[in-house]
């Protein structure tokens, strides 16, 4: 198929970008979204063009790292899928796409596609783990779990740090993201200790890295490669609230 | 034979090696630790888990990685599970089973010390990722779930559904992150370590490139630890991430590490096939599938009906028939061989007819039946059958399913899937002593980046297993061993002519890239090594093969540095031209990795030499002339010097190595 791509590009964090227009011919079916960047780029490079920047790597929808805002929904149009493994019988011949970075204050672009979410990792530093250290530990199977707890937390774990649900928030609010690994370690028996505190830590570092608050659109939850539910939004509150008050649930 | 290189195993009968020698082993006094300083390359398991670890314990610790995260490295896209001798289940489990079926899986070409103490410490990789909230499959009783995998007859398999790798990542990268917090470890993100620094012969620090912008940094460390993965993407196509290289063990080999069995590749049997041209990746299904999936291809030649239209007694279930004690779950090596075997003799489904069908059918019945009885439905209907057992399916292994469907556009709940096995790890790596301590006295290897424990073939789920035990419990008793040494030394200046040296040099190169402005691209020259690789070096090696394929490398080379295009400048974020270098390490790796092949005039385990084989098509080792590690010392461009180190068996019982 043929395809009008228009990708934002960017030297860098300096500089103002803009859309650039490129045709792209001969893109097969079975290709994902990230190879028809990689045939394009090739291009580019054989035209003496600087090929588009942008991140990647494993390429099965688990490290997190692609993020691109494809038609103006992040990882584009099918739902529970990253950007990698979006494939190309999503498109028809002749479409128009429009390709552009992560918006948010907090995730400054660096070049082109790729943008910097340094400000995740500081959240987790701030309280997003269980203080254990190595050797500490007891026997695995002396803390039964009963498998619903464990399963629901699982599925909180499931979140990957892609930040699309920040880029698909009209206020930017990083609070799916965090409250995922609340819920997580709040829902097993090994996070109770640290519950409140870690809540109120890991908010307050969201606070301080710029990111909007929350007014329940539910655009992060619709927009979640890993469809994390907003019932961990719901969840977060309650421990925030909870922690506020000092009480002890 | 010489014996140039001391593996440093302690004495002692093998079940006691190791608890005599963790304590006995040089300690570091607190106050010592705090002010001695670690570098850590790579946060994966192995990575993660050592500079955690290492800060909790006092050390100074400074981490890198060229993701934008530690969360991404790429062991977070580990599918299956990981490996423990806790022996829930109740099976006959034991550290000396899983010992013994190490040593076997590896095809009896890795070290009884080291093996030993892997099946050791197993267990308590367990106990520490519960603890840090890692969310492993539960029975309705609450207790932990197993599975099994290949190569095995015990079920010693934790994992979390087909994620395994990302949420026991998460939790090394929480624990990591712990310790950024706190101040204990600078975490250097974005970074490429380009050199490593050596004075007097030690290892005291790298060179790192800010990818961002482009900036060469010097950094100082009393020891360097490398755990910077395995060098699959050597083949181009691999089930690997995409940024996955070889740049820091080969920038530690040409500063005079040894590089150790590099010839030893792990092709992975269940993998999706390639679809076309514009293929970048390949992508893995789990191992975890053969536990329930069955292996088939039809019983006639060049066969053109769809799976599900060939009668049940018109498929050759060849493995089940093949190796009835094992059946599905044989080793990878076998399990691969054998799926080539089948479509080189013209039995390949699919339009390209190079795949096999791994089928679920029969395990959706299985299992549906199984819930049909546990709810007490004993008249169920066929397709109530069939809609428990696929729900049931699903939660084992829906990401997989999913995963499957995403790409190829087909279903697998109702056709059997189309599968090839694909480049996947790598066992060789640098070499390391028993302390996990290269040649280079105070640099070592963790991870997949050494070369330690899996011999000629890995077992599945054990390279988690691997990279969490030499993070979490073996660097942090062993590191004392060098740095209680070390107390005296105080903290070098990044002035050091050293340091200025070793820059100089990465930037001279960056410069030489640069400036050839020729016409290919990094990404073609890429390609084409990966198919020099796969045709000669892949799944089946000859003589001829392998030297021809060193000459095309050399060739390759050639072209490489006079014609190879890199736009944009050194100075800014610049991917292709960290490709570029990466493609230029992998180019000098594949020949040694030709070399090493060519070498070894045996066939063991991931490395098939056409010529030595049974006459039934198994490998046929030569343990009279090659029972040794095979490590590699650079002396040059293209010239190696040969230093292997013997391997000695006191325990187990050699023998050819049979899961009929
Ligand atoms: C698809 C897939 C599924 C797998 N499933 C399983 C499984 O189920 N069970 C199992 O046991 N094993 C599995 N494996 C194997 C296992 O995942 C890996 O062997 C293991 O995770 C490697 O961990 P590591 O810490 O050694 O390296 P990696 O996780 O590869 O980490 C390497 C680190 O080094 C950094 N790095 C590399 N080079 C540089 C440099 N020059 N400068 C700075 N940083 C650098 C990277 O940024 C990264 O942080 C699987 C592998 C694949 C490909
Ligand atoms: S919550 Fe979803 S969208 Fe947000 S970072 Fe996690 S996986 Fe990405
Ligand atoms: S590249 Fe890893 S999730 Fe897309």
Sequence with gaps: ?249 | MSNKLDAKIPEGPIADKWTKYRSTVPLVNPANKRSLEIIVVGTGLAGASAAATLAEMGYKVKAFCFQDSPRRAHSIAAQGGINAAKNYQNDGDSVYRLFYDTIKGGDYRSREGNVHRLAEVSGSIIDQCVAQGVPFAREYGGLLSNRSFGGTQVQRTFYAAGQTGQQLLLGAYSGLERQVGIGNVTMYTRHEMLDVVTIDGKARGIIAKNLVTGELERHFGHSVLLCTGGYGNVFYLSTNAMGSNVTAAWKAHKKGANFANPCYTQIHPTCIPVSGDHQSKLTLMSESLRNDGRIWVPKKQNDTRLGNDIPEEERDYYLERRYPAFGNLVPRDIASRAAKERCDAGYGVGASKMAVYLDYAYAIERYGKIEANKKNMHNASKEEISEMGKAVVKEKYGNLFDMYKQITGEDPYELPMRIYPAVHYTMGGLWVDYNLMTNVPGLYALGEANFSDHGANRLGASALMQGLADGYFVIPYTIGSYLSSEIRTKAISTDHPAFAEAEKAVRERINKLLNIKGKQSPESFHKRLGKIMWDKCGMARSEKGLKEAIAEIQALKNEFWSDVRILGDADEFNPELDKAGRVADFIELGELMCVDALNRNESCGGHFREEYQTEEGEALRDDENFMYVAAWEYEGESKWNLNPEPLIYENIKIAQRSYK
């Design chain 1, 1 to 249: 198929m043929n395809l009008t791509l228009k990708v934002w590009r960017q030297k860098n964090k300096k500089v103002n970008g803009k859309l650039e227009t490129y045709q792209v011919a001969g893109i097969s079916e079975d290709m994902s979204f990230l190879e028809m960047f990689d045939v394009l780029n090739e291009r580019l490079v054989s035209e003496g063009t600087e090929p588009i920047a942008f991140d990647h790597d494993c390429r099965e929808g688990i490290c997190g790292m692609c993020s691109m805002y494809i038609n103006g929904q992040p990882h584009g149009p099918l739902q529970g899928v990253t950007t990698c493994q979006l494939h190309m019988r999503s498109f028809k011949d002749g479409d128009t796409i429009v390709v552009e970075p992560w918006r948010a204050v907090a995730f400054p672009v660096i070049k082109d596609l790729v943008v910097d979410r340094s400000s995740f990792d500081r959240i987790i530093a701030s309280g997003g783990f269980i203080s254990v250290n190595t050797g500490n530990a007891q026997d695995g199977n002396s803390l039964p779990i009963p498998k619903d707890d464990a399963d629901k937390a699982f599925m909180a774990a499931a979140c990957i740090g892609c930040g699309a649900c920040v880029s698909a928030c009209k206020n930017a609010s990083a609070m799916l993201f965090v409250s995922a690994k609340v819920s997580q370690l709040a829902l097993l028996p090994q996070g109770q200790p640290e519950r409140q505190d870690r809540a109120m830590k890991m908010v307050a570092q969201m606070d301080a890295e710029g990111f909007g608050t929350c007014t329940n659109t539910g655009a992060c939850a619709a927009e979640c490669p890993k469809e994390i539910s907003l019932e961990n939004i719901a969840r977060l509150n309650r421990e925030y609230l909870g922690a506020s008050l000092g009480s002890t649930n």
